[in-house]
């Protein structure tokens, strides 16, 4: 069993209660826009996994340490991790395609700063967009995610307001 801490689009904000909340996650997935590779250093000292990919706003340190795309499996469970992907019903240019042929059970994004968490009945699938962790952008609402592997289950997801 995996606990999963998630967000996306801090744009090199860094808040203290991103530790607090992933205190005791095993992994914590960036979905982009980083903005600082600061924020991977010190999402490092939170949890023991991090991942993170590049989003259409990062250059220099994060483009080179983080790609834009990154497909793995944890407990048993294949995730793809990505900056811009779209979701069910407005995938990007691709994805829909990529989604099935790799067998991807899960779909992690970021970029609309808009929170969504859905399931593609047609491609057997969880997609989440933890919205946008930072302050830059039209957002009203910051928020972060928890959520649970344990096998092939996905359970416990839990979305955070950092009002």
Known sequence: MKKIGILSDTHGKWDDRYATHFAGCDEIWHAGDIGDYAIIEQLSDVAPVVRAVSGNIDHGMVRRKCSELEIFTVEDVKVLLT??????????P???KLLKEEGIKLMVDGHSHILKILYDRELQLLHINPGAAGNQGWQK???????????????????????
Do not use: Q
């Open 83 to 92: 900056h811009i992907g779209g979701y069910p019903g407005r995938w990007s």
């Open 94 to 96: 691709g994805m829909k």
């Open 141 to 163: 609402e910051r928020t972060l995610v928890r959520l649970t592997i344990d096998g092939p289950d996905m359970k416990d997801c839990e979305v955070i307001s950092l009002a």
